[in-house]
């Protein structure tokens, strides 16, 4: 249920029309309901598993397609493209895994000062955060971390399994130029693309801030969470055409 296998499937729905959602290895709800409509669309009895008859439609039809742009992708552009331009009215869930409420308050209340509607989540678990993220229909999920292992903070988007969010790659290079100047030269913010929970298996963009080292998040709490609040503004104001 579960693996590059499942991935590959994704993938290959997607490439030929049919939304299996985000490409996370992880057969779901979406994955089985892109399997059925494939099924019906090739005259296979639409059960929604992915036997012997459906791989075989699958290898069929996929080499002369395996080229043409991801369904996920281009809905997510599409999605991205129709909203609007500014956090007014935008659902943002703000999580943490405990330690931050202080830095979580400030930032869901100035979420809130430019019309957001801002949800704090609290959970150990990343996969927990994701999964309320997901319950309350967020339009946009950041994570905020502290992280005193790292060398440097660092802003993490999803990119796994070949595929990557544009929307929360765009949002973790507006908050590295946003956070890089607080940190200073000797704490430089970087991006990077990854799959842990928070990021796998929210359903709208998400970045997560893994931020070190610790005096300089607490002094700096406020200057941080106005510049989280600026990067997103921009995020919501980008077109994407």
Not at 15 to 42: C, H, K, P, S, Y
Not at 52 to 81: C, F, K, Q, W, Y
Not at 152 to 167: L, W
């Amino acid at each position: 249920m579960q693996g590059d296998d499942v991935a590959e499937l994704q993938r290959q729905l997607g490439t030929l029309g049919f939304d299996a959602g985000r490409i996370d290895g992880m057969f779901g709800q979406t994955t089985a309901e892109a399997v059925t409509e494939f099924q019906r669309n090739v005259a296979i009895a639409p059960d929604g598993i992915c036997g012997p008859a459906t791989l075989a439609e699958l290898a069929r039809l996929r080499s002369a397609r395996s080229e043409e742009a991801l369904v996920g992708i281009v809905r997510e552009r599409e999605i991205l493209r129709r909203s609007p331009r500014t956090l007014v009215g935008r659902r943002i869930a703000v999580g943490h895994q405990g330690g931050l409420g202080a830095p979580v308050e400030t930032l869901r209340h100035l979420l809130s000062t430019v019309g957001a509607d801002a949800i704090a989540l609290l959970h150990p678990d990343g996969a927990a955060l994701a999964a309320n993220a997901n319950l309350v229909a967020a339009d946009l999920y950041l994570g905020i971390h502290l992280d005193p292992a790292l060398d440097a903070s660092r802003v993490a988007y999803y990119r796994g399994y070949r595929y990557e969010s544009a929307g929360g790659r765009h949002l973790a290079e507006l908050a590295r130029d946003q956070l890089d100047p607080i940190f200073g030269q000797a704490h430089p913010v970087s991006i990077i693309g990854m799959t842990i929970p928070e990021l796998r298996y929210s359903k709208m963009p998400a970045v997560v801030c893994e931020l070190t080292p610790a005096p300089l998040l607490v002094e700096h709490a406020t200057e941080l969470a106005v510049a989280l609040v600026a990067a997103m503004t921009d995020w919501a104001a980008a077109t994407w055409e």
